[in-house]
């Protein structure tokens, strides 16, 4: 995202009376352009707010204790409030467990114990370089960690992890609506390209945010009625968008689905693939065939 158009954003959060310790900034991985992401974290202050309530990370970029103090004092200096860690068997898959211990460490000296979150702590206190176990021994750390900590089954994690979990046919999947999901999240996302989603469906849009239309005036005026397929998704489920799915070839997979979120990740990639999404499944490149990375390309 601009710098100028985050600012835009954070503006319209700030009229809307949202604190400081409610907004954060994700990726992806913010940190992959480190000069933008502090001068986004400026930008809170210039657009009326405190600053940013946190700044998560996979901790990547962590291959020095001088980096990480810098860079972390820097971001705190701009008005980081907290930084959060995104630490677990799928990200050690990618990321040597060295960094994010470095980057923990270094990190609470600088902003203290309250300064720094983890996504998950008890991975954290002893993270296993997962790119060195075989293929099995992988498969069966995922599943323990799904038995554990269940993961939303959209995007990559659909792909990769869904596969591990126990399946059932779309007869037996609840025909549960996503009230919950889609209107009771207590939160937004907000993507590079102005589009806005509920905190926990990514690729179902609530609307764009622009310079014409900007975030607060987008939020105030959304309506249910406005996205057909939304409301369809409030009242039933995913199971609701099979009739519009069928129509255009849709096959449901043979082997099942792990919950109402893999089915729901499934028929809306279908749609979207097929030129179906409108506006209420974007931005495009979230429905593309996702490509499998290696440890090995993350690392180089």
Request: charged share 30%.
């Amino acid at each position: 995202m601009s710098v100028e158009a985050a600012e835009g954003h954070l503006a319209a959060l700030a009229r809307l009376g949202v604190p400081a310790e409610r907004i954060h900034i994700g990726g992806g991985e913010p940190f992959g352009d480190f000069a933008r992401l502090l001068q986004i974290v400026r930008s809170a202050r210039r657009a009326g707010l405190e600053g940013i309530g946190y700044v998560e990370t996979g901790g990547h970029w962590a291959t020095s204790e001088s980096r990480v103090r810098t860079w972390i004092k820097d971001l705190a200096e701009a008005g980081m409030q907290q930084l959060s860690i995104s630490a677990d068997p799928y990200h050690q898959e990618f990321i040597p467990p060295e960094r994010v211990r470095l980057l923990h460490e270094v990190a609470r000296e600088v902003l203290g114990t309250r300064g720094v979150r983890a996504r998950r702590w008890r991975w954290l206190q002893d993270p296993q370089d997962v790119s060195a176990i075989p293929e099995e021994d992988r498969r069966t750390l995922f599943r323990a960690s799904l038995s554990r900590y269940p993961e939303r089954m959209t995007g990559r994690a659909a792909e990769e992890l869904a596969p591990l979990r126990e399946r059932r046919p779309i007869p037996e999947i609840p025909p549960d609506g996503c009230r919950e999901e889609l209107l009771e999240s207590r939160g937004i996302h907000v993507g590079p390209d102005g589009w806005v989603y509920p905190g926990t469906c990514a690729g179902v849009i609530l609307g764009r945010a622009t310079q014409d239309r900007p975030l607060d005036e987008l939020l105030e005026n959304w309506r249910l009625g406005d996205s057909p397929r939304m409301e369809r998704l409030v009242e039933g489920g995913p199971r609701r968008l099979l009739d519009e799915a069928d129509r255009i070839g849709f096959a449901p997979d043979e082997c099942g689905y792990a919950d109402k979120c893999h089915l729901c990740w499934s028929l809306r990639c279908h749609l979207a693939r097929a030129g179906a999404g409108g506006d209420e499944l974007q931005p495009e490149p979230l429905y593309q065939k996702t490509r499998t990375l290696r440890a090995k390309e993350v690392r180089q």
